[in-house]
C-alpha cells in the first residue's frame, strides 16, 4: 500500500483525488472513486438544493469519504457560491476542493467550519497565499492540465520541484497524470499523491457520452487546443470543429470580445449537445488513455504500477565502489 499525507488526512486507501469536472463529476462517478477521493462538482448542480440531492445520492452508494468542489471562474450566469457552499456543509460534507479566483471568502467559511479543503491553483505564488489562508493541502496544477491552467505556462515538472521548495503543507499532482508512471513520478517529486480529471471521464462509470470516451481512447497528445487566450482565461479543450473555430474567431485583426464566441462555448449549449459537436475540456493525457476501465481497475492498476516502479527504482541504487588509488 501507499501512505501519504493524502491517505492519511482524507482517510482514503489511494492516493488519488477526482477533481472538479464541470458536467462530469456526479454521484456515481464520485462513489465509484471513492475508495480513493472523489468529489462532486457541485455547480454541475443546478441549484444548491439540487446539490444537497446529489449529496445524499452519492452517499446511498458509497460509505467512504467523498467530498464537493466549488470552481470560480468567469462565467454567463453567476453561480450562487455561496448557497452551495452552505448546502454542502450543513448536508456533513468535510471536505472541499476549491480552485480559480478570489477563493479567500469560501475558504475561510470552510475553515470556520471546520472543513478539509484542497486548493487547486497553477502558480506557486497562488498557493502561497492558499497556505496563508490556511487550507490544509494544495493542489499544483501544471500546463498539461485540463480546462484553465492559468496564464503563466509552466509544467508539472518545474511547478512541482518548486513547490517541493516552497511549500510547508502537502501538496498533490494535478495535470498530465493518467497512469501508476505518473503516480510515482508525482511521489518522487515530493506530492502527497495526484489529482486526475480526463482519467476518470474515461471509466465505466462516467456518465459522459459514449463516442466522447471512444474519442479520448483513439486520441494523442496532440489532440487538445487552447481557447480564450486572449481572453485571459486560458482553457485546455478538446481540439474539434468547435474549438478551432473559437480560436480563429480570437485570432481577428483586433482580437474578440467573450460575446464574439458565447454561443460556441456555453455551458449550455455543451450540455444539450453533448452528442455532438460541443466544446469539452480534455487534458493532454488523452494522449496516454487507450481503455475504459471502472474506477476500481484504474485504481487497483495505478497503485500496483507506482508500486512496482517505486521498487525498480530503489534497486537502481547499489552500495558506493570504494576507489583503489
Ligand atoms: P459558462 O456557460 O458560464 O461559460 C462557458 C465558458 O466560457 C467557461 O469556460 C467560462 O469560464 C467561459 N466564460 C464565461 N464568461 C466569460 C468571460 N466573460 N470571459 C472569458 N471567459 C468566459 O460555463 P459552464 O461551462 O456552464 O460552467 C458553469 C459554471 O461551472 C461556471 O460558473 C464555471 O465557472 C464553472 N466551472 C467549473 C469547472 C470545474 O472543474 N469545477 C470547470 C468549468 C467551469
Known sequence: MLQTDLTKLLGIQVPIVQGGMQWVGLPKLVAAVSNAGGVITALTQPSPT??????????????????????????????????????????????????GSNPGPLIKFFKSRGCLVIHKCTTIRHAESA??????ILSIDGFECAGYPGEDDIGGLVLLARAAKELKIPYIASGGIADGQGLAAAL?????????GTRFMCTVESSIHENIKQKIVQSTERDTIHIFRTLHNTTRVFKNKVSMEVVEIEKRPGGAKFEDVRDLVSGERGRLKWRKSRIWSAGITVGLIDDIPTCRELLERMERDAEGIIGRMSSLVIPRVKSKL
Open 50 to 99: 439540487a446539490l444537497r440531492h446529489a449529496i445524499r445520492e452519492t452517499r446511498a452508494l458509497t460509505d467512504k469519504p467523498f467530498g464537493v468542489n466549488i470552481t470560480l471562474l468567469p462565467t454567463i450566469t453567476p453561480p450562487d457560491y455561496e448557497g452551495y457552499a452552505r448546502a454542502a456543509v450543513e448536508e456533513g460534507v468535510v471536505i472541499f476542493e476549491t480552485a
Open 131 to 136: 497556505e496563508k489562508m490556511g487550507v490544509d
Open 188 to 196: 518522487a517529486l515530493g506530492a502527497a499523491g495526484v489529482n486526475m
